[in-house]
Structures are given as structure tokens and as C-alpha cells.
């Protein structure tokens, strides 16, 4: 190897130092520039060495009567006082009168939403604190 060659791979943005050696090759040396990398000095020429997804702690609080999740402890603990899940919520979903909502008699059928065997208005959503709840055995 010449002292001008030596100093040709040793230019910045040029490949790093590798003794020219046919019967040995050094693995994972690559002789060749990136061509899409575009003009590199110094240490830009280096590859950066992280190449793949860091992975992350994330911290969810978690409702412990329905399993659902969320970022921030202010809104879980604010679920957790009307989920329809919690007996302290006195909602339908833990009351003894609560009839589950059903399958209808065929396929295209909607089947039948869920009622209240008090006689208490569901609606779309199970209430919460209802003067007819009882605790189910």
C-alpha cells in the first residue's frame, strides 16, 4: 500500500482504513460510500449505530372492575366512580334486576338490548346510582 493511497482512504467522508489483503477480506468491511449519504466530514462519516425501534416504559393506569386503560390517573380514577362494572357505582351491570342483553332468533335479527327488571329506563347506557339497585348474591 503507497503513502498516497493510504492517505486517499483516510480523507474525510472517505472509507476507513482496511489493509488491502486478498487472502484475508475483514468481515463486515465495506471499500464502498454509501451513495445516497451525500458529503460527510469527520464523525458524520460514521453510520449512526442505532438502528432499530427503542422500546419504551409506558405507564396506563387501569380500571381493576372493567380491565379498560387510560394515560392519565385523573381520568381512570374519574371512570372508575361511574364505571357500570363498579358495586360502588350501584349500576345496572351489578344489580340483581339487570337483564343482560340478548341474542334474537335468527341471524339478521338485532337481538334485544338490556333491561331493567325493576322496571327502571335503561336507555343506551346503564345508569349509575339507582334508587331500585341490589347488590347480585
Known amino acids: ?33 454509501d451513495p445516497l449519504s451525500g458529503p460527510q466530514t469527520g464523525a458524520e462519516s460514521f453510520r449512526s449505530s442505532v438502528d432499530l425501534p427503542t422500546p419504551l416504559a409506558v405507564t396506563r393506569h387501569q380500571c381493576p372492575f372493567c380491565r379498560r386503560t387510560w394515560a392519565k390517573k385523573a381520568a381512570a380514577t374519574a371512570h372508575m366512580a361511574r364505571c357500570w362494572q363498579n358495586p360502588a357505582a350501584r349500576a345496572c351491570k351489578t344489580c340483581t334486576h339487570y337483564e343482560p342483553r340478548s341474542e334474537g332468533p335468527y341471524p339478521q335479527h338485532p337481538g334485544w338490548p338490556g333491561d331493567c327488571g325493576a322496571g327502571e329506563l335503561i336507555g343506551d347506557h346503564p345508569t349509575t346510582n339507582c334508587p331500585s339497585w341490589q347488590p347480585t348474591a
Do not use: F
Not at 487472502?23 to 464502498?32: D, H, I, K, N, W
Open 1 to 33: 500500500m503507497t503513502a498516497d493511497s493510504l492517505t486517499a482512504n483516510s480523507a474525510p467522508g472517505g472509507p476507513l482504513y482496511a489493509p488491502e489483503s486478498a487472502e484475508t477480506p475483514l468481515a463486515g468491511v465495506s471499500r464502498r460510500r
